[in-house]
């Protein structure tokens, strides 16, 4: 028997690879990804070798075998043969590679994760004992901001966000559809925003909060001199960010969360029977705003940030905020919670993740701007 997976050279990806890894038992990987089998080794093992986790045998590396694919492609850019000879004595199939940008090109998007998924379901096709497991987003909820979301919950009724929510709401039920169709199995993990505190490499997968780090460093720090031009108050620059004062997000700790996955997965295989299991891989506590407001205090001391539903007559640098972190803004403004039962049935001893807190989100968005200054 072997595994198959997509996307094992990125931010969660590779940390699922690490637990797979470290599994005991000598099963062969197939790890699809884009670019020539040699450079497609150099970014898995580069971004797997860094990570904490469980200790992983030296003699595990053997086990991986690369193949080069593009969720883009027909058929993933594979021959038959090739496809025939990627899910040979498949037990399991990852698919955890997606496009992940909230404002990118739509066409774009959809052909990474919905044509790249469709994709996905036809090599699993060749492995009828394997079952899939699929990672999605706990924003597929989209818009609907209050009550308690079901992990089993899927409609578009209050529509999207973003674009690339509406590309997983799509592919989950292209995948429940399938199922339904071919009489199999899949697993639908629902991460939240997944965050970590450890600095990465430079060149090594960036996690989602380095794009709010990037804005804030380009809307702030100066190139020159000491902040020019800045609205500077007394040595304080007055912010206001649009959203909902009292609004949460979910974040969730992304090594907890491949673990879980990892035992989710797991716990699927020993199930008889068709169809699809959703799990919600969140934080049992959401993250108020001001947890936010205090880590980026540590790190940009004259910084007063606030809340406001409405920013009137904003400034040069709100205005730049509100262009380009729209989207993000909004996920900061729900009061909704996520149901976690299948979780809790799925993953065994794993204890409950620690908080997230300021002190948290501090080492993250430090992290998260050192990571893409080294990458510059």
């Known amino acids: 028997m072997s595994v198959v997976i997509t996307g094992a050279s990125g931010f969660l990806g590779s940390r699922v690879l690490r637990h797979l890894l470290a599994e005991e038992t000598r099963e062969p990987v197939a790890v699809l990804g884009r670019g020539s089998p040699d450079t497609l080794r150099e970014r898995v093992e580069a971004a797997v070798a ?8 030296p003699d595990a590396w053997r086990r991986l075998r690369y193949v080069s694919a593009d969720l883009t492609r027909p058929a993933l850019g594979l021959t038959p043969e090739q496809l025939a000879e990627a899910a040979d ?5 990852w698919h955890c590679a997606a496009r992940l940008h909230l404002a990118g090109d739509e066409s774009e998007l959809f052909s990474t994760n919905v044509r790249g998924t469709r994709a996905v379901l036809d090599l699993a096709e060749r492995a009828p004992d394997a079952h899939l497991v699929y990672v999605s987003t706990a924003f597929v909820a989209g818009r609907r901001d209050a009550g308690h979301i079901m992990e089993d919950d899927l409609s578009d009724a209050d529509g999207f966000h973003t674009r690339y929510e509406e590309t997983k709401y799509t592919a989950e039920r292209m995948i429940r559809a399938w199922t339904a169709a071919k009489g199999r199995r899949a697993v639908i993990a629902r991460p939240s925003l997944l965050v970590a505190d450890r600095p990465a490499p430079a060149g090594l997968p960036a996690q989602p909060l ?6 804030v460093d380009d809307t702030l720090r100066p190139r020159t001199g000491p902040m020019p031009g800045l609205p500077l108050r007394g040595g304080v620059l007055p912010l206001r960010l649009q959203g909902d ?46 947890a936010a407001r205090d880590a980026l205090r540590t790190l940009y001391p004259g910084l007063r940030l606030a809340v406001v539903p409405t920013v009137r007559n ?10 380009h972190a729209g989207h993000f803004l909004d996920f900061g403004a729900q009061h909704r919670t996520y149901d976690r039962t299948h979780l ?4 065994g001893d794993l204890p409950e993740p620690p908080d997230v807190d300021a002190d948290y989100l501090s080492r993250a968005f430090d992290r998260a701007g050192a990571h893409r200054q080294a990458a510059v």
């Open 89 to 93: 004595g498949a037990r399991e199939v």
């Open 314 to 323: 904003p400034s040069r640098h709100e205005s730049l905020v509100i262009e």
């Open 210 to 215: 380095d794009y709010v780090a990037r804005l």
């Open 50 to 57: 860094w990570l904490d986790g469980p200790p992983v045998a």
């Open 344 to 347: 809790r049935e799925d993953v």
């Open 245 to 290: 004062p009292n609004g949460a997000m979910n974040l969730l700790q992304a090594d907890y969360a491949a673990e879980a996955m990892v035992r989710v997965a797991a716990a699927a295989r020993a199930r008889t029977g068709c169809g699809v299991r959703t799990v919600h891989v969140t934080h049992p506590r959401e993250v108020a705003f001001p």
